[in-house]
């Protein structure tokens, strides 16, 4: 059984052509999030190859867990780029309480992303933490 991950744009309003041209092309953060999940994906290619040959549960448990992780990171650079771009933008459009709902409907879904050690850009508090010392 495969995994299937659809990536498409929906908006709960209606865009005009230009909108529609521009939205279309990749930010640089949706660039980024799609390298980390072919990443992701090789990642998991891993974890069934340790599967098939029988590898020790606990490396298999690592692993998974290191795949969570890394779609969880995902997740947050998507989230980051959404509040910059078509949340901004419906935000100045007048459609804030709908793309606020529509947010808040995505994030119930995310603790990793409304927890405690959450970080917007990509990072979790700890590595950020991390990054500020050195």
Known sequence: MGITLVI??????PTTEE??????????????ALNRLKTVRGHL?????????????VDVMKQIS???SALERTNRVMLHN??????????????GAIAIDE???????SPALTGPDACLNGTT??????????
């Open 103 to 109: 947010l808040v409907d995505a994030l119930k879904f």
């Open 19 to 32: 909108e529609t041209v521009t939205a279309q092309e990749l930010t640089a953060k949706k660039r980024a």
């Open 8 to 13: 498409g744009l929906r908006r709960p309003w």
């Open 66 to 68: 290191a795949a969570q």
């Open 125 to 134: 508090a700890d590595e950020a933490v991390e990054a500020g010392k050195s």
């Open 45 to 57: 290619d891993g974890i069934i190859r340790m599967l098939e040959t029988d590898a020790y549960c």
């Open 82 to 95: 959404h509040l910059e771009t078509c949340f901004s933008e419906a935000v100045l459009r007048g459609r």
